[in-house]
């Protein structure tokens, strides 16, 4: 087994040893012999904008109020400067209520959703594409040399995946150090847990890489830019869709990243090749 690097420069990382977060299940393996394995709990979580039910989203049950907040944010509900004056989560009823000063109803947006390839939040809203419009993301340099290292800390960080798998996750890194690490069931959501820690905390998108396990749907592109990211990063494929957003809205695409090796769909331009495939370091 790899060696698992330590937590040192993240400011949020997985803890694979939460409470409820797994549950010890008995079974057998392929040779008939008992065994127990961690398997990855999912439970219902209720979310509120004042007092309008939006969606139940099914969920590992971390960081529910990050979830709350980055959902809203990623589907439009919450504006940029929106005053947000509470975010109560009642964990008896698995249910967050995210208060606002002025509150705005959504009949026209939720008669709208349409549902997309993704899994568990796996819907958007039609005007999430509106959001697009006229969209400049930063000119972010992006090294091949941060790309590997980022590769290669992220596969070692210990994590719900490499306890029990069933999982996907999503990180928020700056050139090549990792600094805040979700997981979910769905991708989506841990996207949305990252989008709602960066609006709690007020972490600017400028100089952020995203990477996801997952794979480069139009709906992880859009959310991605409309968070103000520039770059999105995955082990995983894309899709052409995915890859026809990421150019139309100047996003560097990056994607089958593993080791030292990658494809990129979209934002060439931004690469700066200073780290080789093969180890050396290039003369560009």
């Given at each position: 087994?790899?060696r698992l ?8 990382a997985?803890d694979?040893?939460a409470a409820r ?7 057998h393996d392929?040779?008939?012999?008992r065994?127990e394995a961690?398997v990855?709990e ?5 979310i ?11 969920t590992?049950g ?5 979830l709350a ?10 504006a ?9 989560y ?6 967050v209520v ?13 008669s ?6 993704g899994?568990?939040v796996?819907?958007?809203?039609g005007?999430?594409?509106?959001g697009?419009?006229?969209l400049?993301?930063?000119?972010l ?6 790309l590997y ?10 994590s ?9 996750g999503?990180v928020?890194c700056r ?5 805040v690490y979700?997981e ?9 847990k990252?989008a709602g820690w ?7 998108a ?6 996801t ?6 709906e992880m ?8 990211i520039p ?7 894309f899709?052409?869709w ?5 150019n139309?809205v100047g996003l560097?695409?990056i ?5 030292r ?9 931004r690469?700066?090749?200073?780290a080789?495939?093969d180890?050396?370091e290039s003369?560009?």
């Amino acid at each position: 087994m790899a060696r698992l690097e330590d937590l040192s420069g993240y400011r949020l990382a997985p803890d694979p040893e939460a409470a409820r977060l797994t549950r010890r299940v008995a079974g057998h393996d392929e040779t008939g012999a008992r065994i127990e394995a961690d398997v990855v709990e999912e439970r219902p979580l209720t979310i509120y904008l004042n007092s309008r039910e939006i969606v139940t989203a099914m969920t590992i049950g971390d960081y529910p109020e990050y979830l709350a907040l980055g959902f809203l944010k990623n589907q439009g509900m919450l504006a940029d400067g929106e005053d947000v004056t509470g975010v109560d989560y009642d964990a008896e009823v698995e249910t967050v209520v995210v208060r606002t000063r002025s509150r705005t109803t959504y009949e026209d947006k939720l008669s709208r959703k349409t549902r997309t390839s993704g899994c568990a939040v796996g819907t958007v809203f039609g005007d999430m594409m509106e959001g697009l419009e006229g969209l400049t993301l930063p000119d972010l340099a992006l090294k091949t040399s941060d790309l590997y290292a980022l590769s290669h800390r992220i596969n070692r960080t210990p994590s719900l995946y490499l306890r029990a798998g069933a999982i996907h996750g999503t990180v928020l890194c700056r050139g090549d150090q990792p600094l805040v690490y979700m997981e979910d069931v769905g991708r989506h959501n841990a996207v949305d847990k990252i989008a709602g820690w960066m609006v709690a905390t007020g972490e600017g998108a400028a100089d952020k890489t995203l990477y996801t396990t997952g794979r480069l749907t139009s709906e992880m592109v859009i959310k991605c830019a409309l968070m103000g990211i520039p770059a999105l990063v995955s082990r995983s494929g894309f899709t052409a869709w995915g890859v026809e957003i990421a150019n139309q809205v100047g996003l560097t695409l990056i994607g089958r990243l593993k080791g030292r090796r990658f494809l990129c769909l979209a934002g060439e331009d931004r690469l700066v090749r200073d780290a080789s495939p093969d180890g050396t370091e290039s003369t560009e």
